[in-house]
């Protein structure tokens, strides 16, 4: 319910992610004031902001009515829990968790605590996803390709975690694509196959290709994801619409074209939007605790076939 007042909030992990996404967008943001930030290792802050070592040490003080988790999935979920049971409001980075599972029972929790669970994935609030899941209703589709491929190096460098269990390595990224398809399409998209691409001593895949398919068309779906991408960063689905024609989506959802006309080149405004949300959401006491992008990577792990790299 609206007090007036900014709602106060903290970030825990303040990894990559949380210094180049997060703090900016909170910073942009009326509805929320950055408070505190937990981190086991000391980190640089925005004036006015507390470093705490930990969620507990943060809860302690009482200075926060929200967090957002942007630590690695692999601990998440405890995370969250100890959130909630403290009263606070949860806005989870994506992967929401390590599985869907976690996820459900998170939602169960802060449910029957009155507070809101966001499970927020950024890149279904790209500015094409609108505009291209009502042309995707109008038009139906007959066949779509994802291309998702970037270097994990230059994005991060020097960090292990994602070929962990539940790191999910090029998933890490593919998952963007994947909740863009759960915010456009018309019907609901299965995985039925998959490769992955494992280099030795990881647990998670380096690149995947992926065979998809829908209640209507059997093939002709498909996704490349590829972590170890040397050349200029692709973010793309290409739609074959219904009646024949075309719908791209480039830039992760920046740019988007309908029969190779331009329809929409927007700026990055994928948090600022999903605070707005997030805003909303605790206004009016609800969750959105979406689990469909996370259960597509969960089923591509299940049905892979391994190749060692």
């Known amino acids: 319910m609206k007090t007036g007042e900014p709602i106060r909030i903290g970030i825990v992990g303040a990894g990559q992610i949380a210094k180049v996404q997060h703090i900016p967008a909170i910073a942009a943001s009326a509805?929320?004031?950055?408070?505190?930030?937990?981190?086991?290792?000391?980190?640089?802050?925005?004036?006015?902001?507390t470093?705490?070592?930990?969620?507990?040490?943060?809860?302690?003080?009482?200075?926060?009515?929200?967090?957002?988790?942007?630590?690695?999935?692999?601990?998440?979920?405890?995370?969250?829990?100890?959130?909630?049971?403290?009263?606070?409001?949860?806005?989870?980075?994506?992967?929401?968790?390590?599985?869907?599972s976690e996820v459900e029972d998170l939602a169960t929790r802060a449910a029957a605590s009155g507070r809101t669970l966001f499970a927020a994935w950024h890149s279904m609030f790209s500015a094409a996803v609108e505009p291209a899941r009502r042309i995707l209703a109008e038009r139906g589709v007959s066949a779509m390709h994802i291309v998702w491929k970037e270097d994990f190096e230059k994005f991060h460098p020097g960090v292990y975690w994602f070929w962990q269990p539940g790191g999910m390595g090029t998933f890490d990224s593919g998952v963007n694509a994947l909740s863009i398809l759960v915010g456009s399409m018309p019907e609901p998209v299965f995985v039925r196959?998959?490769?992955?691409?494992?280099?030795?001593?990881?647990?998670?895949?380096?690149?995947?290709?992926?065979?998809?398919?829908?209640?209507?068309?059997?093939?002709g779906f498909s996704a490349v994801l590829d972590w170890n991408h040397a050349g200029e960063e692709t973010w793309s689905i290409t739609w074959t619409l219904g009646d024949g024609g075309t719908l791209e989506l480039e830039q992760g959802g920046r740019i988007l074209r309908l029969d190779g006309r331009m329809l929409l080149d927007a700026g990055d405004n994928e948090y600022p939007?999903?605070?707005?949300?997030?805003?909303?959401?605790?206004?009016?006491?609800?969750?959105?605790?979406?689990t469909r992008p996370l259960q597509l990577a969960a089923d591509a792990f299940s049905l892979a076939r391994i190749e060692r790299v």
């Open 51 to 100: 470093l705490f070592p930990s969620i507990d040490a943060m809860i302690e003080a009482g200075i926060v009515d929200a967090v957002s988790i942007c630590t690695p999935p692999q601990i998440r979920y405890g995370l969250a829990r100890t959130a909630i049971a403290a009263g606070l409001h949860v806005l989870l980075e994506k992967p929401p968790a390590q599985t869907v």
């Open 273 to 290: 939007a999903l605070y707005r949300h997030f805003e909303t959401l605790i206004d009016e006491g609800r969750s959105d605790a979406e």
């Open 193 to 219: 196959g998959a490769t992955f691409h494992v280099r030795d001593g990881a647990h998670t895949p380096i690149s995947a290709t992926l065979q998809l398919a829908t209640p209507s068309h059997a093939d």
């Open 31 to 49: 509805g929320f004031r950055l408070t505190a930030i937990a981190n086991p290792v000391p980190v640089d802050v925005p004036d006015g902001v």
